[in-house]
């Protein structure tokens, strides 16, 4: 199993930003994913999940309303659209696959190994 | 304000037992599988338990999982150094739909 961030980087408040997740080596349709972010020095945060099928979304309340799961089976890859970022937004983003086909679910026996958003100006 | 409430910091000598405790509510651990992860400095998160008490393969048998009521509690034995880490319980809360994590715990092996 393989887990590969990208779309990471420096962004101005109120801009946008696509994070991508590659995923390989399972059946990608088989399982939910998730979104957890750790701004620097601090814990974990869980961001958002998406079932195996694509079917049913949960959002923290921290972003609902400004960031959007989504998945492409064709492509193996998850995605995070990012809309309105705040500062409070910046943090290291991982990419982490449920050991089950719902959302909820805090078992992720796989994660990817981050990729950092900054929001500043 | 985490929803799971972990001490921030623990310690115990090499070679001793530790444990760590995560305390909820009904809505989240009284009614849910908890897990656990272990984040070493620079690293992403690590499965160590999962449905409360279960070890994935590969974890070794000296980490160890219990819940009672609206508690779990992580537990690690013969400590050694390279167990120094962050720990975090988390699990999913019905009442707002979303899984949360405790704050973390630094565990310092002396």
Same mark, same amino acid.
């Given at each position: 199993v393989?887990?590969?961030?990208s779309g990471g980087g420096l962004v101005q408040p109120g801009g946008s930003l696509r994070?991508?997740?590659a995923a390989s080596g399972f059946t990608f349709?088989?399982?939910a994913m998730s979104w957890v972010r750790q701004a620097p020095g601090k814990g974990l945060e869980w961001v958002s999940a998406i079932s195996g099928g694509g079917d049913s979304t949960s959002y923290a309340d921290s972003v609902k309303g400004r960031f959007t799961i989504s998945r492409d089976k064709s492509k193996n890859t998850l995605y995070l659209q990012m809309n309105s970022?705040?500062?409070e937004d910046t943090a290291v983003y991982y990419c982490a696959k449920a050991s089950a086909r719902i959302v909820a679910t805090a078992t992720f026996d796989y994660w990817g190994q981050g990729t950092l958003v900054t929001v500043s100006s | 304000q985490s929803?799971?409430?972990?001490?921030?910091? !623990? /310690?115990?000598?090499?070679?001793?037992?530790? +444990?760590?405790?995560?305390?909820?509510?009904?809505?989240?651990i009284g009614n849910n599988y !908890? /897990?656990?992860?272990?984040?070493?400095?620079? +690293?992403?998160p690590k499965l160590l338990i999962y449905e409360n008490n279960k070890r994935p393969s590969g974890i070794p048998d000296r980490f160890s999982g219990s819940k009672s009521g609206t508690s779990a509690t992580l537990g690690i034995t013969g400590l050694?150094?390279?167990?120094?880490?962050?720990?975090?319980?988390g699990t999913w809360d019905?009442?707002?739909s979303a899984l949360v994590f405790g704050g973390g715990t630094k565990l310092t092996v002396l």
């Open positions: 393989q887990l590969v961030e994070l991508s997740c349709s088989s399982y970022l705040r500062a | 929803v799971l409430t972990q001490p921030p910091s !623990v /310690s115990a000598a090499p070679g001793q037992k530790v +444990t760590i405790s995560c305390s909820g509510s009904s809505s989240n !908890v /897990s656990w992860y272990q984040q070493l400095p620079g +690293t992403a050694q150094t390279g167990d120094e880490a962050d720990y975090y319980c019905r009442s707002l």
